[in-house]
């Protein structure tokens, strides 16, 4: 079911990993000092101009929830900014839209979700701090039909074979889940090509102490110490590993790890459906469990965000019920 979307978004978010690698290549790390983000802005809303403009043309009638909106784009101010962009977007077309076409396309990503109807969901640079980091990011992109997640790809260009190896150009996976019919993956290398799908599986082990889990790099998304607690009383003690964006779904989707505890510093802190749509469905679909921190099942008929929710932890399905007792004694839920 849902070939045509599969391909679609297959196809959609390859042509964004092109993007990404082409303007992330013009950074230089040592500018990092200089705080200069835009780098990730620009690659960010020409991803989101780019994906959503062939929705629009492929499946006119769905609607798209984008972390992205264009009003900072469309200031006086922001020229330099939306020419970079709309550079980017044209780059990518055979075809040459023109500005205000490409920020309508951003701002078509605008759409409320919620319980019915069908709607797509995109984070389009998923991980922006380990972008610039020229570490791991995500282009994630969700398909979600009364409120459940049918389809989802995770597009990881700096991903590697394995977490023990450093990124380079051979690096690239592309996840694809759709729903009951399993995970897959293929290589997705700087080269531009796809390779072949094949299907994935989460780690079958129960035993804990020899469990690898990760987590967010960033300490002001996500506790370290509250989460070294959990996985203490869970009895996982290996050391974390650390990587940003989605990549931590399709860590736990491949077998590489075995959980993936989100606990945001911010207790009021509400997750975003495009963090997470997609890799749910890559993670259940290679048959792990994703759940809150109450271990409750994601909600995402609430609109863009997981209001309903608190936290996530997926895990490998043998090991749930443990780190979810063991969140809810470190929390006193
Ligand atoms: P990560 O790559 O795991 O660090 O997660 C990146 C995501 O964290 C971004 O896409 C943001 O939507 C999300 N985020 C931003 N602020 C917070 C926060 N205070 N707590 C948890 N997540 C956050
Ligand atoms: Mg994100």
Same mark, same amino acid.
């Given at each position: 079911m849902l070939e045509s979307e599969k391909e679609f978004a297959l196809s959609a978010v390859q042509a964004a990993a092109a993007i990404c690698r082409r303007v992330q +290549?013009?950074?230089?790390? &040592? +500018?990092l000092d200089k705080k200069d983000r835009s780098p990730v802005t620009v690659a960010d809303f020409a991803v989101q101009a780019l994906i959503s403009g062939r929705l629009a043309e492929q499946f006119p009638d769905d609607a798209l929830v984008g972390e992205e909106g264009a009003d900072q784009l469309r200031e006086a101010s922001a020229e330099e900014l939306r020419n970079r962009v709309v550079a980017e977007v044209q780059a990518a077309r055979d075809d040459d839209p023109t500005s205000e076409t490409v920020l309508n396309w951003i701002d078509r990503g605008q759409a409320a979700g919620g319980a019915q109807g069908r709607f797509w969901v995109l984070? %389009?640079? &998923?991980?922006t701090k380990g972008f610039l980091r020229k570490e791991q990011y995500a282009i994630a992109l969700a398909l979600i039909e009364n409120g459940q997640v049918q389809l989802g790809v995770l597009g990881c260009p700096n991903l590697p074979d394995s977490m023990d190896q450093a990124t380079g150009p051979d690096a690239g996976y592309a996840f694809v889940a759709v729903k009951g019919e399993g995970s897959q993956a293929a290589k997705m290398p700087a080269d531009g090509t796809l390779g072949e799908l094949s299907p994935i599986a989460v780690s079958s082990? &129960? &035993? %804990?102490? +020899?469990a690898r889990r990760c987590e967010s790099v960033e300490s002001g998304h996500a506790s370290h110490d509250e989460m070294a607690q959990i996985a203490e009383k869970a009895q996982m003690t290996g050391e974390p590993v650390r990587l940003d964006s989605q990549a931590k779904y399709a860590t736990v989707a491949r077998g590489e790890s075995v959980a993936y505890i989100r606990l945001s510093p911010d207790a009021s802190y509400t997750e975003k459906i495009w963090d997470h749509a997609a890799g749910e469905i890559v993670v259940t679909e290679a048959g792990g469990v994703v759940t809150d921190l109450l271990g409750k099942p994601l909600d995402?008929?609430?609109?863009?965000?997981?209001?309903n929710n608190r936290g996530i932890i997926a895990t490998n399905a043998a090991l749930h019920e443990r780190v979810v007792r063991a969140t809810a004694e470190v929390l006193g839920f």
């Open positions: +290549s013009g950074i230089a790390l &040592d +500018s984070d %389009p640079i &998923d991980g082990s &129960d &035993d %804990p102490a +020899s995402f008929t609430q609109g863009r965000g997981l209001v």
